[in-house]
Structure formats: structure tokens, C-alpha cells
């Protein structure tokens, strides 16, 4: 698994999860460029600033779709696990997010296509306390081959008439 003690050793010190988390007030700052902003600090203490591409166009728009659809302020959750980043935003909504289809690429309403695109998985899940989290994962290049592919299938979907 590793090439030598070094990197071995290496490895040992990465603590096995990192997380953060933060509320964005609506009203201020424009919440989505605060979330971009967030995530990309975050990535790079971590050591997975490959992710901050595909990371900041996920939280921009799941923040930005919270704020279109909803009143209350966005809970922004980062997870980093062996590997595995995921992006989770909650509101206040107790309506499940769905990704609608759309006859003209044009149209708005996108967001969440572009996430489905561009996450290895994502979902919408009720709280216990009440409305909604959106979540989307992504993997490091190291942990799933083919990392550049969600890059480049939103790409496509973006560039279509």
C-alpha cells in the first residue's frame, strides 16, 4: 500500500476524520461566496485541495438553492473521511429536494442537476429536528480512479445549447 516507511509513517499522522461546520445569516454577505470561500480554507488545511473545484461548485449551488427555496440560513457541514469528502447543507424546508427535468438546458433550476453530475453520490434526508439536509460526496483522486470525469460531465452539461 505504501511505497516506503516514510510515507507510511506519513500517512499514520492524517487523523482519520476532519469536519467543520458553519451557519451562513441570509441578508449579509452573499451566503454562497462565503460557503465557496469556506470550503476552499477548509480543503486546503486538509491537504485536498483537488476537491476545491468540484467541492465550491457543489456548496455554491446546494447553498444557493437553500437560500432560492427557503427562510432560514444555511448550516454548511464539511466531512472528510478516508478519503471520502462530503457537503452537506441544511434548512429549514421540510421539502425533499428533487432534480427536475428540463426540456431546454436554458432554463433555470440546473443547481442540483450540475451537483448529480458532479458528486459520486448525492441525496436529500429529513432531520429529526425538522426541514431538510441536501448532501453530495466526493472522493479524492487517490481513493477512485477517474476523479476528472464529474468535472467533465458538468462541463458538457454546461456547454450544451
Do not use: C
Not at 465550491?56 to 473521511?81: C, F, K, W, Y
Not at 453530495?136 to 477512485?144: F, K, R, V
Amino acid at each position: 500500500m505504501y511505497g516506503d516507511v516514510e510515507s507510511a509513517e506519513r500517512h499514520q499522522t492524517v487523523p482519520i476524520r476532519r469536519w467543520a461546520q458553519h451557519v451562513f445569516p441570509r441578508g449579509r454577505e452573499n451566503p454562497a461566496e462565503l460557503a465557496r470561500a469556506f470550503l476552499r480554507e477548509h480543503l486546503a488545511d486538509w491537504g485536498v485541495s483537488d476537491l476545491v473545484y468540484d467541492g465550491t461548485l457543489i456548496v455554491g449551488e446546494l447553498v444557493s438553492n437553500a437560500i432560492q427555496h427557503t427562510m432560514s440560513a444555511p448550516d454548511v457541514h464539511l466531512d472528510l473521511r478516508r478519503g471520502l469528502l462530503t457537503i452537506a447543507v441544511a434548512d429549514s424546508s421540510p421539502r425533499p429536494a428533487m432534480l427536475v427535468e428540463r426540456a431546454d438546458l436554458r432554463d433555470p433550476g440546473l443547481g442540483l442537476r450540475i451537483v448529480a453530475h458532479t458528486a459520486k453520490a448525492w441525496g436529500s434526508s429529513r432531520r429529526w429536528s425538522g426541514g431538510k439536509v441536501v448532501w453530495a460526496t466526493l472522493t479524492t483522486p487517490t481513493t477512485a480512479e477517474g476523479a476528472a470525469a464529474p468535472r467533465a460531465m458538468a462541463a458538457r452539461l454546461l456547454s450544451r445549447p
